[in-house]
Protein backbone atom coordinates (compact mmCIF):
# COMPACT_ATOMS: atom_id res chain seq x y z
CA UNK A 1 0.00 0.00 0.00
CA UNK A 2 1.05 3.69 -1.04
CA UNK A 3 1.35 6.14 1.92
CA UNK A 4 0.25 9.65 0.93
CA UNK A 5 1.40 11.80 4.03
CA UNK A 6 2.78 14.27 1.88
CA UNK A 7 1.83 13.71 -1.72
CA UNK A 8 -1.14 13.63 -3.91
CA UNK A 9 -3.07 11.24 -5.50
CA UNK A 10 -1.20 9.80 -9.12
CA UNK A 11 -1.52 12.67 -11.89
CA UNK A 12 -3.02 10.55 -14.09
CA UNK A 13 -6.15 9.44 -11.57
CA UNK A 14 -6.47 12.88 -9.66
CA UNK A 15 -9.02 14.06 -11.69
CA UNK A 16 -10.97 11.09 -11.53
CA UNK A 17 -10.49 10.27 -8.04
CA UNK A 18 -11.21 13.87 -7.42
CA UNK A 19 -14.71 13.18 -9.14
CA UNK A 20 -15.26 9.87 -7.28
CA UNK A 21 -14.45 11.35 -3.54
CA UNK A 22 -16.36 15.20 -3.63
CA UNK A 23 -20.03 13.42 -3.74
CA UNK A 24 -19.01 11.62 -1.21
CA UNK A 25 -17.67 14.89 0.87
CA UNK A 26 -21.37 16.32 0.01
CA UNK A 27 -23.04 13.55 1.35
CA UNK A 28 -20.81 13.71 4.52
CA UNK A 29 -21.48 17.44 5.14
CA UNK A 30 -25.19 17.18 4.36
CA UNK A 31 -25.62 14.43 6.87
CA UNK A 32 -23.51 16.03 9.49
CA UNK A 33 -25.25 19.48 8.71
CA UNK A 34 -28.44 17.68 9.43
CA UNK A 35 -27.52 15.76 12.53
CA UNK A 36 -26.27 18.68 14.48
CA UNK A 37 -28.91 20.88 13.12
CA UNK A 38 -31.12 18.77 15.11
CA UNK A 39 -29.27 18.74 17.67
CA UNK A 40 -29.16 22.41 18.33
CA UNK A 41 -32.73 22.96 17.82
CA UNK A 42 -33.94 20.56 20.24
CA UNK A 43 -31.40 21.91 23.10
CA UNK A 44 -32.26 25.57 22.56
CA UNK A 45 -35.63 24.48 22.02
CA UNK A 46 -35.45 22.30 25.14
CA UNK A 47 -33.38 25.72 27.26
CA UNK A 48 -36.56 27.88 26.53
CA UNK A 49 -39.16 25.14 28.40
CA UNK A 50 -37.00 24.46 31.04
CA UNK A 51 -34.59 27.21 30.96
CA UNK A 52 -31.51 24.74 32.69
CA UNK A 53 -28.99 26.94 30.99
CA UNK A 54 -28.67 29.68 33.80
CA UNK A 55 -27.96 26.61 36.23
CA UNK A 56 -24.20 25.98 35.17
CA UNK A 57 -20.89 28.25 33.85
CA UNK A 58 -20.77 29.07 30.51
CA UNK A 59 -23.88 28.28 29.48
CA UNK A 60 -23.72 31.70 26.90
CA UNK A 61 -20.96 30.04 25.50
CA UNK A 62 -22.87 27.07 24.97
CA UNK A 63 -25.56 29.15 23.83
CA UNK A 64 -23.63 30.50 21.09
CA UNK A 65 -22.12 26.71 19.94
CA UNK A 66 -25.56 25.94 19.52
CA UNK A 67 -26.95 28.65 17.56
CA UNK A 68 -23.56 28.56 15.37
CA UNK A 69 -23.90 24.67 15.12
CA UNK A 70 -27.59 25.66 13.54
CA UNK A 71 -26.63 28.48 11.90
CA UNK A 72 -23.80 26.92 9.79
CA UNK A 73 -26.20 23.82 9.39
CA UNK A 74 -28.82 25.89 7.79
CA UNK A 75 -26.52 27.85 5.46
CA UNK A 76 -24.58 24.88 4.30
CA UNK A 77 -27.79 22.91 3.35
CA UNK A 78 -29.68 25.84 1.66
CA UNK A 79 -26.66 26.71 -0.49
CA UNK A 80 -26.05 22.62 -1.32
CA UNK A 81 -29.65 22.59 -1.96
CA UNK A 82 -29.26 25.95 -4.56
CA UNK A 83 -26.61 24.74 -6.53
CA UNK A 84 -28.39 21.36 -6.94
CA UNK A 85 -31.32 22.80 -8.48
CA UNK A 86 -29.33 24.98 -10.65
CA UNK A 87 -27.83 21.28 -12.07
CA UNK A 88 -24.48 21.54 -11.00
CA UNK A 89 -22.80 18.55 -11.01
CA UNK A 90 -21.61 17.14 -7.47
CA UNK A 91 -18.24 16.99 -8.48
CA UNK A 92 -18.56 21.03 -8.89
CA UNK A 93 -15.35 23.31 -6.95
CA UNK A 94 -18.34 25.21 -5.54
CA UNK A 95 -19.40 22.64 -3.25
CA UNK A 96 -15.95 22.16 -2.27
CA UNK A 97 -15.93 25.16 -1.02
CA UNK A 98 -18.67 24.23 1.31
CA UNK A 99 -17.88 21.16 2.24
CA UNK A 100 -14.44 22.92 3.25
CA UNK A 101 -16.04 25.85 5.29
CA UNK A 102 -18.67 23.76 6.93
CA UNK A 103 -15.27 21.36 8.24
CA UNK A 104 -14.19 24.51 9.43
CA UNK A 105 -16.88 25.87 11.18
CA UNK A 106 -17.57 22.73 12.63
CA UNK A 107 -14.41 22.34 13.84
CA UNK A 108 -14.76 25.92 15.59
CA UNK A 109 -17.76 25.70 17.21
CA UNK A 110 -16.03 22.34 18.70
CA UNK A 111 -13.39 24.13 19.91
CA UNK A 112 -15.96 26.90 21.40
CA UNK A 113 -17.60 23.99 23.35
CA UNK A 114 -14.48 22.95 24.73
CA UNK A 115 -14.07 26.80 26.00
CA UNK A 116 -16.97 26.77 27.53
CA UNK A 117 -16.77 24.03 30.00
CA UNK A 118 -14.46 25.92 32.63
CA UNK A 119 -13.13 29.02 30.81
CA UNK A 120 -9.85 27.32 29.99
CA UNK A 121 -9.99 24.61 27.10
CA UNK A 122 -7.04 22.59 28.38
CA UNK A 123 -9.05 21.39 30.83
CA UNK A 124 -11.51 19.90 28.56
CA UNK A 125 -10.27 19.04 25.23
CA UNK A 126 -12.69 16.77 24.09
CA UNK A 127 -15.10 18.31 21.78
CA UNK A 128 -12.12 19.91 20.06
CA UNK A 129 -10.63 16.23 19.49
CA UNK A 130 -13.65 15.25 18.81
CA UNK A 131 -14.61 17.74 16.11
CA UNK A 132 -11.02 17.30 14.63
CA UNK A 133 -11.13 13.67 14.54
CA UNK A 134 -14.83 13.79 12.52
CA UNK A 135 -13.32 16.08 10.33
CA UNK A 136 -10.30 14.01 9.48
CA UNK A 137 -12.34 10.62 9.14
CA UNK A 138 -15.40 11.90 7.23
CA UNK A 139 -14.09 14.27 4.70
CA UNK A 140 -11.72 13.41 2.08
CA UNK A 141 -8.90 16.34 2.09
CA UNK A 142 -6.21 17.01 -0.28
CA UNK A 143 -2.61 17.95 1.08
CA UNK A 144 -3.20 21.86 0.81
CA UNK A 145 -7.25 21.47 2.24
CA UNK A 146 -5.59 19.93 4.86
CA UNK A 147 -2.61 21.95 5.87
CA UNK A 148 -4.80 24.97 5.43
CA UNK A 149 -7.75 23.58 7.69
CA UNK A 150 -4.71 23.12 10.68
CA UNK A 151 -3.45 26.86 10.16
CA UNK A 152 -6.96 28.32 10.12
CA UNK A 153 -7.98 26.17 12.98
CA UNK A 154 -5.04 26.81 14.99
CA UNK A 155 -4.75 30.49 14.04
CA UNK A 156 -8.46 30.79 15.62
CA UNK A 157 -7.77 28.94 18.64
CA UNK A 158 -4.33 30.87 19.06
CA UNK A 159 -6.03 34.20 18.92
CA UNK A 160 -9.43 32.86 20.98
CA UNK A 161 -7.11 31.96 24.33
CA UNK A 162 -6.26 35.39 24.36
CA UNK A 163 -8.80 36.38 25.48
CA UNK A 164 -9.13 34.13 28.06
CA UNK A 165 -7.96 35.31 31.58
CA UNK A 166 -5.07 32.44 31.66
CA UNK A 167 -1.64 32.30 33.72
CA UNK A 168 1.64 31.83 31.44
CA UNK A 169 1.38 28.52 32.45
CA UNK A 170 -2.22 27.59 31.26
CA UNK A 171 -1.38 30.06 27.87
CA UNK A 172 1.84 27.67 27.16
CA UNK A 173 -0.34 24.43 28.06
CA UNK A 174 -3.10 25.30 25.82
CA UNK A 175 -0.88 26.24 22.54
CA UNK A 176 1.10 23.11 23.26
CA UNK A 177 -2.23 21.02 23.25
CA UNK A 178 -3.69 22.53 20.13
CA UNK A 179 -0.51 22.14 18.81
CA UNK A 180 -0.90 18.01 19.55
CA UNK A 181 -4.64 18.20 18.23
CA UNK A 182 -4.00 19.35 15.01
CA UNK A 183 -0.47 17.29 14.04
CA UNK A 184 -3.22 14.24 15.47
CA UNK A 185 -5.35 15.80 12.73
CA UNK A 186 -3.15 16.31 10.02
CA UNK A 187 -1.90 11.76 10.25
CA UNK A 188 -5.77 10.98 10.65
CA UNK A 189 -6.80 13.26 7.80
CA UNK A 190 -3.87 12.07 5.46
CA UNK A 191 -4.24 8.37 6.32
CA UNK A 192 -7.76 8.78 5.74
CA UNK A 193 -6.95 9.98 2.34
CA UNK A 194 -4.32 7.28 1.90
CA UNK A 195 -7.37 4.49 2.44
CA UNK A 196 -9.48 6.23 -0.33
CA UNK A 197 -6.85 6.48 -2.86
CA UNK A 198 -5.47 2.84 -2.74
CA UNK A 199 -8.76 1.69 -2.62
CA UNK A 200 -9.65 3.76 -5.71
CA UNK A 201 -6.48 2.83 -7.14
CA UNK A 202 -7.20 -1.04 -6.78
CA UNK A 203 -10.81 -0.50 -8.42
CA UNK A 204 -9.46 0.94 -11.56
CA UNK A 205 -7.02 -1.33 -11.95
CA UNK A 206 -9.96 -4.30 -11.26
CA UNK A 207 -11.97 -2.34 -13.96
CA UNK A 208 -8.49 -2.40 -16.43
CA UNK A 209 -8.30 -6.15 -15.60
CA UNK A 210 -12.03 -6.50 -16.00
CA UNK A 211 -11.93 -4.66 -19.55
CA UNK A 212 -8.65 -6.53 -20.67
CA UNK A 213 -10.47 -9.83 -19.68
CA UNK A 214 -13.49 -9.02 -21.79
CA UNK A 215 -10.94 -8.12 -25.00
CA UNK A 216 -10.06 -11.37 -24.35
CA UNK A 217 -13.39 -13.06 -24.19
CA UNK A 218 -14.47 -11.08 -27.31
CA UNK A 219 -11.02 -12.43 -28.74
CA UNK A 220 -11.72 -15.98 -28.27
CA UNK A 221 -15.29 -16.15 -29.69
CA UNK A 222 -13.68 -14.40 -32.76
CA UNK A 223 -11.00 -17.48 -32.84
CA UNK A 224 -13.71 -19.96 -32.32
CA UNK A 225 -15.87 -18.08 -35.25
CA UNK A 226 -13.00 -18.21 -37.39
CA UNK A 227 -12.47 -22.56 -36.49
CA UNK A 228 -16.41 -23.32 -36.81
CA UNK A 229 -16.67 -21.14 -39.93
CA UNK A 230 -13.55 -21.30 -42.05
CA UNK A 231 -12.36 -24.60 -41.35
CA UNK A 232 -15.97 -25.66 -41.23
CA UNK A 233 -15.34 -25.39 -45.20
CA UNK A 234 -12.30 -27.32 -46.09
CA UNK A 235 -13.30 -30.18 -44.32
CA UNK A 236 -16.42 -30.27 -45.57
CA UNK A 237 -15.23 -30.57 -48.99
CA UNK A 238 -12.90 -32.98 -47.82
CA UNK A 239 -15.74 -35.13 -46.46
CA UNK A 240 -17.65 -34.68 -49.49
CA UNK A 241 -14.89 -35.99 -52.08
CA UNK A 242 -13.78 -38.71 -49.62
CA UNK A 243 -17.65 -39.83 -50.21
CA UNK A 244 -17.49 -38.94 -53.97
CA UNK A 245 -14.78 -41.65 -53.90
CA UNK A 246 -16.15 -44.09 -52.74
CA UNK A 247 -19.05 -43.92 -53.79
CA UNK A 248 -18.17 -43.96 -58.14
CA UNK A 249 -15.09 -45.92 -59.56
CA UNK A 250 -12.32 -43.21 -60.92
CA UNK A 251 -9.93 -43.04 -63.55
CA UNK A 252 -6.71 -42.29 -62.92
CA UNK A 253 -6.61 -38.94 -64.30
CA UNK A 254 -10.08 -38.12 -61.76
CA UNK A 255 -8.31 -39.45 -59.08
CA UNK A 256 -5.78 -37.34 -59.44
CA UNK A 257 -8.06 -34.22 -59.42
CA UNK A 258 -9.74 -35.41 -56.16
CA UNK A 259 -6.67 -36.18 -54.26
CA UNK A 260 -5.09 -32.70 -55.77
CA UNK A 261 -8.79 -30.90 -53.96
CA UNK A 262 -8.48 -32.72 -51.03
CA UNK A 263 -4.65 -31.68 -50.52
CA UNK A 264 -5.17 -28.08 -51.81
CA UNK A 265 -8.25 -27.90 -48.53
CA UNK A 266 -6.19 -29.60 -46.23
CA UNK A 267 -3.62 -26.80 -47.10
CA UNK A 268 -6.03 -24.12 -46.50
CA UNK A 269 -7.16 -25.98 -43.02
CA UNK A 270 -3.44 -25.63 -42.22
CA UNK A 271 -2.81 -22.32 -43.29
CA UNK A 272 -5.37 -20.66 -40.49
CA UNK A 273 -4.40 -23.39 -37.44
CA UNK A 274 -0.99 -21.86 -38.29
CA UNK A 275 -2.37 -18.59 -38.42
CA UNK A 276 -4.11 -18.77 -34.79
CA UNK A 277 -1.02 -20.68 -33.97
CA UNK A 278 1.52 -17.89 -34.48
CA UNK A 279 -1.36 -15.00 -33.26
CA UNK A 280 -1.51 -16.81 -29.89
CA UNK A 281 2.07 -17.25 -29.47
CA UNK A 282 2.75 -13.67 -30.46
CA UNK A 283 0.03 -12.43 -27.88
CA UNK A 284 1.56 -14.00 -25.15
CA UNK A 285 5.18 -13.01 -26.13
CA UNK A 286 6.02 -16.41 -26.19
CA UNK A 287 7.20 -16.46 -29.71
CA UNK A 288 10.91 -16.29 -29.37
CA UNK A 289 13.63 -16.92 -31.55
CA UNK A 290 17.34 -16.85 -33.03
CA UNK A 291 18.40 -13.61 -35.08
CA UNK A 292 21.20 -13.76 -37.62
CA UNK A 293 22.90 -10.90 -38.97
CA UNK A 294 21.86 -11.92 -42.92
CA UNK A 295 22.18 -9.79 -46.25
CA UNK A 296 19.16 -8.58 -46.83
CA UNK A 297 19.91 -7.65 -50.67
CA UNK A 298 20.41 -11.49 -51.04
CA UNK A 299 17.83 -12.90 -49.05
CA UNK A 300 15.04 -10.85 -50.48
CA UNK A 301 16.21 -12.01 -54.15
CA UNK A 302 15.92 -15.42 -53.39
CA UNK A 303 12.46 -15.08 -52.06
CA UNK A 304 11.79 -12.58 -55.15
CA UNK A 305 13.06 -15.25 -57.63
CA UNK A 306 10.81 -17.89 -56.05
CA UNK A 307 7.89 -15.81 -56.42
CA UNK A 308 8.92 -14.72 -59.92
CA UNK A 309 8.86 -18.40 -60.53
CA UNK A 310 5.20 -19.09 -58.96
CA UNK A 311 3.61 -16.39 -60.44
CA UNK A 312 4.46 -18.12 -63.86
CA UNK A 313 4.43 -14.31 -65.87
CA UNK A 314 0.57 -13.39 -65.05
CA UNK A 315 1.91 -10.23 -62.75
CA UNK A 316 4.69 -8.18 -63.54
CA UNK A 317 7.21 -8.90 -60.46
CA UNK A 318 10.28 -6.62 -60.01
CA UNK A 319 13.06 -6.28 -57.89
CA UNK A 320 15.46 -3.38 -57.21
CA UNK A 321 18.05 -3.27 -54.45
CA UNK A 322 21.27 -0.85 -53.47
CA UNK A 323 24.30 -2.76 -55.04
CA UNK A 324 25.88 -3.09 -51.82
CA UNK A 325 25.55 -5.24 -49.10
CA UNK A 326 22.82 -4.02 -46.57
CA UNK A 327 22.57 -6.31 -43.03
CA UNK A 328 20.22 -6.59 -40.88
CA UNK A 329 19.85 -8.89 -37.83
CA UNK A 330 16.46 -11.39 -38.98
CA UNK A 331 15.04 -14.60 -38.15
CA UNK A 332 15.17 -16.16 -42.12
CA UNK A 333 12.37 -18.42 -41.66
CA UNK A 334 9.77 -15.43 -39.58
CA UNK A 335 11.10 -12.49 -42.21
CA UNK A 336 10.15 -15.07 -45.19
CA UNK A 337 6.28 -15.25 -43.32
CA UNK A 338 6.31 -11.39 -43.46
CA UNK A 339 7.43 -11.45 -47.30
CA UNK A 340 5.02 -14.14 -48.30
CA UNK A 341 2.29 -12.69 -46.47
CA UNK A 342 2.78 -9.42 -48.07
CA UNK A 343 2.99 -10.29 -51.71
CA UNK A 344 0.31 -12.81 -51.96
CA UNK A 345 -1.90 -10.04 -50.38
CA UNK A 346 -0.50 -7.76 -53.55
CA UNK A 347 -1.12 -10.76 -55.48
CA UNK A 348 -4.54 -11.22 -54.10
CA UNK A 349 -5.44 -8.13 -54.55
CA UNK A 350 -3.72 -6.68 -57.92
CA UNK A 351 -5.33 -7.94 -61.55
CA UNK A 352 -3.55 -9.84 -63.99
CA UNK A 353 -0.75 -8.59 -65.84
CA UNK A 354 -0.70 -5.82 -63.04
CA UNK A 355 2.94 -5.02 -61.62
CA UNK A 356 4.16 -5.71 -58.03
CA UNK A 357 7.63 -3.78 -57.21
CA UNK A 358 9.96 -4.82 -53.79
CA UNK A 359 12.52 -1.95 -53.53
CA UNK A 360 15.36 -2.60 -51.05
CA UNK A 361 17.30 0.73 -50.10
CA UNK A 362 19.48 2.29 -47.15
CA UNK A 363 19.45 5.30 -45.52
CA UNK A 364 21.93 6.22 -42.51
CA UNK A 365 20.71 3.33 -40.15
CA UNK A 366 17.89 2.62 -41.57
CA UNK A 367 16.71 -0.08 -43.86
CA UNK A 368 13.60 0.72 -46.05
CA UNK A 369 11.67 -2.61 -47.61
CA UNK A 370 8.66 -1.48 -50.14
CA UNK A 371 6.21 -3.86 -51.02
CA UNK A 372 4.32 -2.19 -53.88
CA UNK A 373 1.30 -2.70 -56.25
CA UNK A 374 -0.80 -1.36 -58.46
CA UNK A 375 -4.21 -3.20 -57.67
CA UNK A 376 -7.78 -1.94 -56.36
CA UNK A 377 -6.15 -0.59 -53.18
CA UNK A 378 -7.16 0.16 -49.89
CA UNK A 379 -10.83 2.05 -48.91
CA UNK A 380 -10.26 5.14 -46.57
CA UNK A 381 -12.60 3.04 -43.80
CA UNK A 382 -10.55 0.35 -43.89
CA UNK A 383 -6.95 1.76 -43.00
CA UNK A 384 -7.24 2.33 -39.25
CA UNK A 385 -8.38 -1.47 -39.05
CA UNK A 386 -5.55 -3.07 -41.62
CA UNK A 387 -3.45 -4.51 -38.75
CA UNK A 388 -5.88 -5.69 -36.54
CA UNK A 389 -6.80 -9.38 -35.66
CA UNK A 390 -10.17 -10.17 -37.19
CA UNK A 391 -11.07 -6.68 -38.59
CA UNK A 392 -13.43 -5.64 -41.01
CA UNK A 393 -10.53 -5.10 -42.99
CA UNK A 394 -10.27 -8.61 -43.94
CA UNK A 395 -11.31 -8.62 -47.50
CA UNK A 396 -11.82 -11.61 -50.15
CA UNK A 397 -9.30 -11.48 -52.63
CA UNK A 398 -9.95 -10.75 -56.64
CA UNK A 399 -10.56 -14.31 -57.80
CA UNK A 400 -12.54 -14.75 -54.60
CA UNK A 401 -9.67 -16.10 -52.13
CA UNK A 402 -11.07 -16.00 -48.51
CA UNK A 403 -9.34 -13.86 -45.81
CA UNK A 404 -9.64 -15.19 -42.10
CA UNK A 405 -8.32 -11.70 -41.00
CA UNK A 406 -4.80 -12.55 -39.37
CA UNK A 407 -2.51 -12.23 -42.01
CA UNK A 408 -1.14 -8.14 -41.45
CA UNK A 409 -1.82 -8.90 -37.62
CA UNK A 410 0.82 -11.27 -37.50
CA UNK A 411 2.89 -9.45 -40.09
CA UNK A 412 3.24 -6.73 -37.93
CA UNK A 413 3.87 -8.06 -35.11
CA UNK A 414 6.51 -9.83 -36.67
CA UNK A 415 7.95 -7.38 -38.12
CA UNK A 416 7.71 -5.19 -34.32
CA UNK A 417 9.71 -8.62 -32.91
CA UNK A 418 12.57 -7.49 -35.55
CA UNK A 419 12.61 -3.70 -33.84
CA UNK A 420 10.95 -2.51 -37.18
CA UNK A 421 7.73 -0.87 -38.03
CA UNK A 422 5.10 -1.35 -40.82
CA UNK A 423 3.27 1.80 -42.19
CA UNK A 424 0.97 1.49 -45.54
CA UNK A 425 0.41 3.91 -47.97
CA UNK A 426 -2.86 3.54 -50.27
CA UNK A 427 -5.25 5.29 -52.25
CA UNK A 428 -8.24 2.97 -53.56
CA UNK A 429 -8.17 2.04 -57.19
CA UNK A 430 -4.45 3.22 -57.19
CA UNK A 431 -2.85 0.83 -55.44
CA UNK A 432 -0.93 -0.24 -52.20
CA UNK A 433 2.33 0.33 -50.65
CA UNK A 434 3.58 -1.54 -47.78
CA UNK A 435 6.78 0.12 -46.01
CA UNK A 436 8.90 -1.93 -43.20
CA UNK A 437 11.41 0.25 -41.87
CA UNK A 438 14.20 -2.22 -40.31
CA UNK A 439 17.48 -1.12 -37.97
CA UNK A 440 20.80 -1.72 -39.69
CA UNK A 441 23.62 -3.39 -39.21
CA UNK A 442 27.24 -3.00 -40.24
Not at 44 to 70: E, T
Not at 131 to 156: C, D, F, P, Q, R
Not at 324 to 345: C, E, G
Not at 364 to 385: T, V
Request: net charge neutral.
Amino acid sequence: MQLYLFRSAPAANASAFSDSYQPHNLKCTRMMAFIWLFISLTVLGSNSIFNYADKFPGAALFRVAYISYALTASVSLLSIYLLLKKGLPKAHPYFRYINLGYSFMFAITCLLMSVANQGNPINNMTMYLMGIILVALLWVLELKETITLMILVGLTFAIGVLFLDLSDAQFIANQTGSIFILIFFFLLSRLNYTFRVNHFMQLVQIEEKNAALEEISKAKSKILGVVAHDLRGPFSNIEMLVKLMKLKELNSEEKAKYLSMIEKSCQNSKAIINDLLDMAKAEQGRDHYPMEKTDLSVFVEQQYQEWKEQLNDNRNLTFSAVSAPVYASINSDKFKRVLDNLLSNAVKFTKENGSISINLSRKDNQILLQISDDGIGIPQDLKPHLFNAFSQAGRHGLRGEKSVGLGLNIVQKLVEQHNGIITVESDEHTGTTFNLMLPALN
